[in-house]
């Protein structure tokens, strides 16, 4: 079925990748617009050496029995149960009831293959960034509107990139950014603008590594309190994990993430401090609680500056978990006006899917 409705979507992490397949499942036609080089937002992946690594968030733990229910559905999305160490080096409980009722979920053989699947049928358009957003009313005489009004036209939304280069015209355009990204892309709607501006960022250091041994632990996760370290997760355990080409099968893939506390009083230190601190701290715990002492062969640092988001003025905005305008056809989702996390993302983007659908007449 076709409804003839084209919908631009910008920003292909998991929000936009949502919307877009709930989209494009009532009949329209997307074109999701990505400035990196592939989806996934903040559960993307890396390349290391010749392997890969999830470089984003390791793993989705539901809230809502709505999210876990359709984790479960997803043909690419496995359970994981990792057997748990806090910094000390004690295991947080090793019987089975323990370990799954701290179970994960993960996209396989990565993270981001869960994006790629929802944009499957999309127009993906990586690597451009979108600059503008210029409603129809913006573009045409008072006249011009009028008649198109009695003709009863739909608005429509044009798309500029960051050079001014026209990139389309659509019957509606969403931004699925993260709140300082979507800002200024929401000018034409101020006060969508203004309430992306409230929401306040967390900021996230993350630092993969490819071990050259296998370690003598069986400690997949490592987490509680530590001055640096957030958790430390390991990678290649992780059920259906793509590995390496090189035929290292005793090598090991660790991912290292900072305390939000470190991360903000590190936030503009150079990338090879912020590795070197990281190393540190989880080779020092390795010797200390777990006498493993291994070679590191290969490294990542990445910084995510967009990594969570709080929003203290909700009280002061209806709180629907998305935007959208009637009259623009302009509207936003993401974590930032839902619970600030990953699951809050889906929720946002199925709570506009539903309400654009409805307003366009898609049903």
């Not at 203290?312 to 998305?322: A, T």
Request: with cysteine; net charge neutral; charged share 20%.
């Amino acid at each position: 079925m076709s409804t003839n409705k084209h919908i631009a979507i910008i920003g292909a992490g998991l929000a936009g990748a949502t919307l877009a397949n709930k989209l494009m499942s009532a009949g329209c036609t997307v074109t999701l617009f990505e400035k990196s080089r592939g989806t996934g937002g903040r559960i993307a992946s890396c390349r290391l050496e010749d392997g890969s690594s999830d470089l984003g968030a390791p793993f989705l733990s539901p809230a809502s029995e709505e999210f876990r229910h359709w984790l479960a559905q997803q043909p690419c999305v496995r359970q994981w149960s990792p057997c748990t160490y806090d910094f000390n080096g004690a295991a947080c409980g090793s019987n089975a009831a323990s370990r799954q009722h701290r179970s994960h979920f993960i996209a396989t053989p990565r993270q981001s293959a869960l994006t790629r699947e929802l944009t499957q049928g999309a127009d993906l358009r990586t690597s451009v960034r979108v600059g503008q957003l210029l409603p129809e009313r913006d573009q045409e005489s008072e006249s011009k509107r009028h008649e198109a009004q009695q003709q009863n036209k739909h608005s429509q939304v044009s798309l500029y990139d960051e050079h001014g280069k026209r990139l389309g015209c659509y019957d509606a355009a969403i931004v699925a950014a993260p709140a300082k990204q979507a800002a200024p892309l929401l000018k034409a709607v101020p006060r969508f603008m203004r309430q992306a501006e409230t929401a306040t960022p967390t900021i996230s250091w993350v630092l993969v590594l490819h071990i050259n041994s296998t370690l003598p632990i069986t400690a997949e996760l490592i987490e509680g309190q530590h001055p640096v370290l957030f958790r430390c997760i390991k990678d290649s355990a992780k059920p259906a994990r793509a590995r390496s080409k090189n035929g290292k099968e005793n090598s090991q893939v660790w991912v290292l993430e900072a305390t939000p506390e470190w991360s903000v009083l590190h936030r503009d230190s150079q990338p090879e401090y912020v590795a070197e601190q990281l190393k540190l701290a989880f080779l020092s715990l390795l010797s200390r609680e777990f006498n493993a002492n291994p070679s590191i062969i290969a490294e990542r640092v990445h910084r995510w500056l967009y990594s969570r988001h709080t929003n203290q003025h909700f009280d002061q905005h209806p709180h629907s978990g998305y935007l959208w305008d009637a009259e623009t056809h302009i509207g936003a989702c993401g974590d930032w006006l839902e619970s600030g996390d990953i699951e809050g993302a889906w929720l946002s983007a199925n709570k506009l899917a539903d309400q654009v659908i409805s307003q366009l007449n898609l049903k």
